[in-house]
Every structure is written in C-alpha cells, then in structure tokens.
C-alpha cells in the first residue's frame, strides 16, 4: 500500500508555504510527519500553533531547535532544519500573535501549523471563534478520525450537544463534511480533508466513506501507519 505521508507532501507540493492543519484525531501526529519529511528535503521548517500544543516535554517534536520567546526573530535557519516556536504555558504550548508567525515565515521554506483543537475527541463540529486560521495560509489539511464510527455522538465529537447518545455513522461524516461548522470549516488554499484511523475499518466501510461527498480532496489513511488507502 502507499505511503500517506509522503501523499500529503506531494499534495501540498507548491503551496507548502504555510500549512495549517485542524479537525480532530492526529494533528499534531501528520504536523510531525510532514515536518521531517520536507526537512529531508533540505527545507527549512517552522512548527508552531495558532491555539495550543503539548509542550515538548510532553511530545517529541523531533525539532533541531526550541523557541519560546523572541530570540526566534533572530535564528537564521540552516536548510533541513526543524525549528519549534511557540509561547510556554502552564500546560500547554501557546499560539505567538499571528503577525510574528508571518513575520518569521519569510525566514522558512514551510511554516506548520497546527490551527485547531478538539479536547481529545475524534471529529469535531466547531464554534465561532475556531479554526484559527491566518489569511496568509497556503494550504489546509483537515483531519477527522473515522474510528469515532459506532460511539455516542456527544462523546466522539466535540461541540456535540451532551447528552446525545446516537452512534456516528457514515451519515454523520457526511454531515459533518457538508454543515458550514464542520470538517472543513475555513479552509483555504490547497485543501485536503483526511479520514484518519481508516486500518480500523473494513474494505467494504473504507469503500463506502471514500464515496462521500466533498467539495476538496478527500483520501482516507492511517497516520499511525502511514498507510494511504486508494479508492478501488
């Protein structure tokens, strides 16, 4: 089978510029990914948030180096460095203002971020104020986990009224995928929207949710295993 990340790569290939990713269920796994890979190919990459991210000492970022104030304004990045900047908080790493992360993309060959939270849930149906994505965005990739299928709605998917116990169908993806607070809320650019989680599925769902609807690029795959599943 394929490989999903280098997939991505090659989707996002001219527009890598600055890649936001939001949805829910592996964002920070495909920001990782997709940050090596284009550092193998000699790019200088910057990693950061426009929300919040698990501090490294919680995540292996796999960054050659670490920001958290404003001595990135003066790092020159050597080509196929990964550099990791953002603010320190308590818990979490928090977003620098946007202007600075526009500033600094002129400095990178890729600018990463991840534009989007979820609390741990595995799709997402957003508010107002969310995803936080900066109009000097180039790509998108969207992810949603497609093994929330079968659990209580209001458990699998964040901003979901409590207390509503129906399954997650293929019917809800596809909701989600159409109602202007879903999946691909604010997108822009090149925009790919990915079905993660998909080796939990069998040949006969993966089939059916590659059928669904939308109006970007759709693929199904694995980030844990780096597996992209093509359509039949």
């Not at 404003?70 to 620098?96: M, N, T």
């Not at 849930?121 to 107002?128: S, V």
């Not at 992810?143 to 997650?168: H, N």
Request: hydrophobic residues 40%.
């Amino acid at each position: 089978m394929p490989a999903l990340l280098p997939a991505l790569k090659t989707l996002f290939s001219h527009s890598e510029k600055c890649i936001c990713i939001t949805g829910s269920g592996g964002k920070t796994t495909a920001l990782i990914g997709l940050a090596r890979l284009f550092a193998l190919e000699g790019k200088r990459v910057l990693v950061s948030t426009t929300t919040k991210l698990q501090l490294p000492s919680q995540r292996a970022y796999g960054c050659d180096r670490y920001f958290f104030d404003d001595e990135v304004l003066s790092y020159a990045p050597d080509q196929g460095e990964r550099v990791f900047y953002a603010l320190k908080g308590e818990e979490k790493a928090l977003s620098p203002d946007v202007k600075t992360l526009h500033q600094l993309a002129e400095h990178y060959d890729v600018l990463l971020l991840e534009a989007d939270g979820a609390r741990g849930c595995e799709l997402k149906l957003h508010t107002e104020r969310d995803p936080v994505i900066p109009s000097f965005s180039t790509a998108t990739l969207a992810i949603a986990s497609v093994g929330a299928l079968g659990k209580p709605l209001s458990k699998a998917c964040f901003g979901w009224d409590e207390g509503d116990d129906q399954p997650v169908t293929a019917e809800t993806l596809s909701f989600l995928l159409s109602h202007p607070q879903g999946i691909c809320k604010g997108m822009q650019g090149t925009a790919v929207v990915l079905l993660n989680q998909a080796d939990v599925l069998t040949k006969q769902q993966r089939k059916d949710l590659q059928n669904l609807e939308c109006r970007h690029t759709l693929i199904l795959g694995s980030l844990a295993k780096n597996i992209l599943y093509e359509k039949d």
